[in-house]
């Protein structure tokens, strides 16, 4: 019987590690504002790019490392790569393309604990209500929303294809006008490269919405950094095979009044 007693001793005390080291919770977080009220509801444009992240914790409360999550969407929203795998401090980072419009339930699982958002994703005419403030009145320039028909899809390393639509593929090579704001790509007081986003950035790190709702700049010659809503005119090119998430672009620009 001590012999019995002492074998399932040991072998509790190996496997109670294992059992404290399961996942017991798992928080999503998110960049955009959410509006208050049950489960966030994040806003988002069909085309878009969604920028999640998620904590693994065990019963302890510790953060849990090299934990692979599950991520599943109601409605079919796709995660953009593979699986995430949680890093140092329990975090993981994943991208979600906006492809099914509508009320969507997103739930990331790791063992048995899960958390679940909501996604209210929008057809591309919703990007004028998001932006009607700022952008809106403003007339002569190529609409976002024509520019966001084009389809993307993502492989296993993130990198992006894009199908652009017959109605973009008319402009590329021609001089057009664009409304948004500036992304800077440096530090530096004059900018000759950065991006051109049709909605506000508010993360250095993270592109504003989707591929379809930005443009790389190229100026003839730079210009200040500004927060202010702008319109820029340069010959239009597309890059459809990139890692850099950026389909759009705008070369030998300059601003002018809208």
């Known amino acids: 019987m001590k012999h019995a007693a002492a074998v399932v001793a040991l072998l509790m005390a190996a496997i109670s590690p294992v059992f404290a080291a399961e996942p017991a919770e798992v928080e999503i977080l998110w960049e955009a504002l959410a509006p208050g009220g049950g489960p966030p509801t994040i806003p988002a444009v069909r085309g878009d790019l969604v920028y999640l992240a998620a904590t693994v914790r065990d019963a302890e409360g510790e953060p849990l490392s090299g934990v692979e999550l599950s991520v599943s969407s109601k409605n079919g929203n796709r995660l953009a790569g593979p699986n995430p795998v949680s890093q140092e401090g329990g975090y993981a980072e994943f991208q979600l393309s906006a492809s099914q419009p509508g009320l969507d339930s997103i739930t990331v699982t790791a063992g048995q604990a899960s958390d679940e958002i909501r996604l209210d994703v929008g057809e591309p005419e919703g990007l004028k209500a998001l932006t009607e403030g700022e952008l809106a009145g403003i007339k002569g320039v190529t609409d976002w929303p024509m520019l966001m028909r084009t389809s993307v899809e993502y492989d296993a390393d993130y990198k992006l294809s894009a199908t652009v639509d017959p109605a973009v593929k008319k402009l590329v090579g ?69 890692d850099d998430g950026v389909i759009y672009r705008l070369r030998d620009a300059r601003v002018v009044e809208p």
């Open 174 to 242: 021609k001089t057009v006008r664009l409304a948004g704001f500036m992304m800077p790509l440096g530090m530096s007081e004059k900018q000759e490269r950065f991006i051109l986003a049709a909605n506000p950035p508010t993360c250095f790190f993270h592109l504003p919405g989707g591929p379809t709702t930005v443009a790389a700049i190229e100026m003839k010659k730079g210009i200040d950094l500004t927060w202010e809503p702008m319109v820029v005119e340069g010959r239009l090119k597309t890059k459809t095979q990139t």
